[in-house]
């Protein structure tokens, strides 16, 4: 009796976070942190069950580009990693943008918006492609335009902005997208398990992984709550990688103009990258494996094994989390006084 | 006490259907059928719910295009009616399609597919658009490279298909999405339940417009189950339409080279119509009593008034149903074998 007792113990132990102790777990709780489960408060913009709502209609929604065919939803794919496999965005009339669109999974934790950062926030990054002429082609006075005339619209940022005089505004529908974006959470992926006091969660080679994410010095421009997306960095701080990969783009600099912000980037979220294929801002690079051998060049200046890539990107595959449940709106019809759409 | 009773019975009678005699109701009867909650039994192709949900996830699967950026979903959006509010239909490259795209919700009960019917049923349509140069511009040898790339497919195709030796086929694909696509039906709209008794569905003006739909003659090309979809008519019997609405497409004589089938289209299904602007087969005309209008000229010989037509608007906006409740697939990720998508 004495015997199963002990052994009972010895079974339960790990479940309840005892070996938490475990010296890889306590170094790993130095750089990361789980994901919450839900969004942060967000600054000048409560969250609401009708303007998150409102929020997801505007995301679906293709009638906010000129051609109303392009929608949030053609980039930030919530089908795949919130995110286009496309190294480049394409956008109004089958245009390039010049970089990758990053995923809006978890982007709400992110420090700034954009590859540089120039959009403090999700509010003020839902204005950028609405209006970029190689994305979705639209003005502020053609989507106000638009959204005023379907009702159902109206009513709807009515109940989103109970306090507005004027709801159907440009900024509005930025607040309400933000809102919808903010709940776009990935939870409970094995490293946050792991981190949560779940030794169990990763198994041996993703251990191996995660102690050369760390120890190589991966963690260091890729940890926190996103696994990254908290700083700027110049991307080949070492060794510069190939034109391919840089694409001619001086990143940051362009936002700050600023010589010591030339080639300088935001970090990347590393949350579900194995779904965000390609990688760097210039899409450049399609392997995950090689994408993290060109980091060791460029950013740490250790040519990684094939085997020690290989780990990491064992390690990476952790990261992917809960895709968030999304039931696809039911939009408005168009009516007579709707814009109609630009061809090209 | 007698007359409350009898005051009770009067009241209750009509949503008893014992009006049902009512003598509009009869009629309408002899024209329209109910959509029935569900698919009905697919020839060759038995419904099940592992094939239902790989059929979605291959409705918004954007890798099945030659670009990786255009899904069954990007032209039949089942967030708007299942069709895409452009005039024709935009495509690979910005291409613009000849036609303009049907919608996708209710299509199982159309006789066939196309506006000239040239598939016979939903998974003969499913090969074509995949495979067209101005549509998604693939092929199926890479059809069927990019779905056994990823592991999850490969899985989903096995369970689906649990007879097959080979389950990854570009047929069986068409299968799949054949059988998603008949689950998507939108039943319960105000004339369902007018025909199934409640006569207290439609209101004095939409009884109006149903008595004037049938009376001038429109009921004769827009009836069964799907108010159209059940045969091919020569459009501008009467009066031909303009050259703009014409958009000199010969029609189902592009497929028959039967000089009697020119400008012959199968009349279009009017369930959810006030969702799928705009209208024809050119996507020339974006007011619904516009297309109202014209249709009494071209096909029954008698220019209806804008009292009239405004009326028969109305009862059209009752043929909308509840929209199929979508929940957004997680597809898989691309992996190393994955094709790389086509810019251009």
């Known amino acids: 009796m004495k015997k199963i007792v002990v052994l009972l113990v010895l079974c339960l132990l790990p479940s309840l976070g005892v070996f938490a102790g475990d010296s890889l777990m306590k170094e790993a709780r130095q750089y990361f942190k789980p994901i919450p489960f839900g969004p942060p408060e967000i600054k000048d913009n409560p969250l609401t069950v009708e303007k998150i709502e409102l929020g997801k209609m505007l995301f679906?929604?293709?009638?906010?580009?000129?051609?109303?065919?392009?929608?949030?939803?053609?980039?930030?794919?919530?089908?795949?990693?919130?995110?286009?496999?496309?190294?480049?965005?394409?956008?109004?009339?089958?245009?390039?943008?010049?970089?990758?669109?990053?995923?809006?999974?978890?982007?709400?934790?992110?420090?700034?918006?954009?590859?540089?950062?120039?959009?403090?926030?999700?509010?003020?990054?839902?204005?950028?492609?609405?209006?970029?002429?190689?994305?979705?082609?639209?003005?502020?006075?053609?989507?106000?335009?638009?959204?005023?005339?379907?009702?159902?619209?109206?009513?709807?940022?009515?109940?989103?902005?109970?306090?507005?005089?004027?709801?159907?505004?440009?900024?509005?529908?930025?607040?309400?997208?933000?809102?919808?974006?903010?709940?776009?959470?990935?939870?409970?992926?094995?490293?946050?398990?792991?981190?949560?006091?779940?030794?169990?969660?990763?198994?041996?080679?993703?251990?191996?992984?995660?102690?050369?994410?760390?120890?190589?010095?991966?963690?260091?421009?890729?940890?926190?709550?996103?696994?990254?997306?908290?700083?700027?960095?110049?991307?080949?701080?070492?060794?510069?990688?190939?034109?391919?990969?840089?694409?001619?783009?001086?990143?940051?600099?362009?936002?700050?103009?600023?010589?010591?912000?030339e080639f300088s980037f935001r970090s990347p979220s590393l949350r579900n990258v194995e779904l965000t294929a390609p990688y760097f801002h210039s899409g450049a690079v399609w392997s995950l494996k090689e994408a993290v051998k060109i980091m060791g060049d460029a950013q740490l200046g250790e040519t990684l094994t094939d085997e020690e890539a290989e780990y990491i990107v064992k390690f990476l595959k952790t990261l992917t989390g809960e895709q968030p449940k999304i039931t696809l709106p039911v939009l408005p019809p168009s009516t007579d006084k709707t814009p109609k759409p630009v061809k090209r």
Chains 1, 2 share one sequence.
């Open 60 to 261: 679906f929604e293709p009638r906010l580009s000129s051609s109303q065919w392009i929608s949030c939803n053609s980039c930030h794919n919530l089908a795949m990693g919130g995110a286009d496999y496309q190294e480049t965005a394409v956008g109004h009339g089958w245009q390039r943008g010049p970089r990758n669109s990053p995923t809006v999974l978890n982007a709400v934790y992110n420090v700034a918006q954009f590859w540089d950062g120039r959009a403090k926030d999700l509010k003020e990054q839902a204005k950028g492609p609405v209006q970029a002429s190689v994305e979705m082609n639209n003005t502020p006075e053609k989507v106000i335009e638009t959204l005023k005339s379907m009702p159902e619209y109206v009513e709807m940022f009515k109940k989103a902005f109970p306090m507005d005089k004027d709801p159907v505004t440009f900024d509005n529908m930025a607040k309400a997208i933000e809102a919808f974006e903010a709940t776009l959470i990935t939870p409970n992926c094995k490293l946050d398990k792991f981190l949560r006091g779940d030794e169990t969660a990763l198994n041996g080679d993703e251990r191996k992984g995660l102690k050369l994410f760390i120890s190589k010095g991966c963690a260091d421009c890729h940890g926190g709550i996103n696994i990254g997306g908290d700083d700027y960095y110049t991307f080949g701080v070492e060794k510069k990688p190939s034109d391919k990969v840089m694409a001619g783009d001086k990143g940051r600099a362009k936002v700050t103009h600023a010589k010591d912000d």
